[in-house]
């Protein structure tokens, strides 16, 4: 097993991409705590071979620190928390602005800050951020803030990475395309009353994927175990797309 003895700390397991990796983390050897703002999603992850299951709002500096003092050192952090907003700068609100920048970003200070510590304490550790190909990557119309703040967490996470390259610690960031997932259903049925239909607001997404198809969370969870493992012990600051040409 690709993670066998290593313990993974991971945000936003409750759906998508965050609950695929999770699951991949377990079948590969690792003991996974898996957190989620809502613990009701975080069922079935212990059936799946999950070691622990916990509430944790990302955007509570005091939860996070309570729980890396409760399990560092980790082995692995995988920072998947996040929220879409849609629209241009003239749709954005203050309230949008700082609620985006909190969540996407500021949640990933908040983990790497509680557990880098003990990664530096045992001389090693990966660091994995879900990022975005709609950021400093790719601009997408409607995604303003949302690009905006996964642009930084590509910068976060370069600098981390350039910081403790050193100390044993990685960094990366990865970044989907359009993944199937129920946040992606709720922007379809959003843009369903937009458009006229479901099916006409799917296909919508689906016809930005060069590839004709939506990308599946356990696609993006095959990159993360790769980046946990020690196959990659010589890959970090990357920003490694899964995105089905999404870019190109």
Same mark, same amino acid.
């Given at each position: 097993?690709?993670?066998?003895?290593? %313990?993974?700390?991971?945000?936003?397991?409750?759906?998508?991409?965050?609950?695929?990796?999770?699951?991949?983390?377990?079948?590969?050897?690792?003991? &996974?705590?898996?957190?989620?703002?809502?613990?009701?999603? =975080?069922?079935?992850?212990?059936?799946?071979?999950?070691?622990?299951?916990?509430?944790?709002?990302?955007?509570?500096?005091?939860?996070?620190?309570?729980?890396?003092?409760?399990?560092?050192?980790?082995?692995?952090?995988?920072?998947?928390?996040?929220?879409?907003?849609?629209? #241009?700068?003239?749709?954005?609100?203050?309230?949008?602005?700082?609620?985006?920048?909190?969540?996407?970003?500021?949640?990933?200070?908040? #983990?790497?800050?509680?557990?880098?510590?003990?990664?530096?304490?045992?001389?090693?550790?990966? %660091? %994995?951020?879900?990022?975005?190909?709609?950021?400093?990557?790719?601009?997408?119309?409607?995604?303003?803030?949302?690009? #905006?703040?996964?642009?930084?967490?590509?910068?976060?996470?370069?600098?981390?990475?350039?910081?403790?390259?050193?100390?044993?610690?990685?960094?990366?960031?990865?970044?989907?395309?359009?993944?199937?997932?129920?946040?992606?259903?709720?922007?379809?049925?959003? =843009?369903? !009353?937009? &458009?006229?239909?479901?099916? !006409?607001?799917?296909?919508?997404?689906?016809?930005?994927?060069?590839?004709?198809?939506?990308?599946?969370?356990?696609?993006?969870?095959?990159?993360?175990?790769?980046?946990?493992?020690?196959?990659?012990?010589?890959?970090?600051?990357?920003?490694?797309?899964?995105?089905?040409?999404?870019?190109?």
């Amino acid at each position: 097993m690709r993670l066998q003895g290593k %313990i993974a700390f991971c945000t936003a397991s409750g759906a998508g991409i965050g609950r695929a990796t999770a699951i991949a983390f377990a079948r590969e050897g690792a003991r &996974v705590i898996a957190t989620d703002i809502d613990a009701k999603k =975080l069922e079935g992850l212990k059936e799946e071979g999950v070691a622990e299951c916990l509430e944790l709002d990302v955007r509570d500096t005091a939860s996070i620190e309570a729980l890396a003092k409760r399990f560092s050192p980790v082995d692995i952090l995988f920072n998947a928390a996040g929220f879409v907003h849609h629209g #241009t700068v003239l749709d954005c609100t203050d309230e949008e602005w700082d609620f985006a920048f909190d969540l996407n970003v500021r949640s990933m200070h908040r #983990t790497i800050k509680a557990f880098l510590p003990g990664m530096l304490e045992k001389g090693s550790g990966s %660091i %994995i951020n879900v990022a975005s190909a709609a950021s400093s990557i790719r601009g997408i119309p409607n995604r303003y803030v949302y690009g #905006t703040t996964k642009a930084a967490v590509i910068g976060l996470t370069k600098s981390v990475a350039a910081d403790f390259i050193r100390r044993g610690i990685r960094c990366n960031a990865i970044c989907p395309g359009t993944i199937q997932s129920p946040s992606l259903e709720e922007r379809i049925s959003a =843009l369903a !009353k937009t &458009v006229g239909s479901v099916e !006409k607001a799917r296909q919508m997404f689906i016809e930005r994927q060069p590839m004709g198809r939506l990308g599946l969370p356990e696609e993006v969870a095959a990159l993360a175990v790769y980046l946990a493992s020690d196959e990659s012990a010589f890959t970090t600051g990357t920003t490694m797309l899964v995105d089905g040409g999404f870019a190109l």
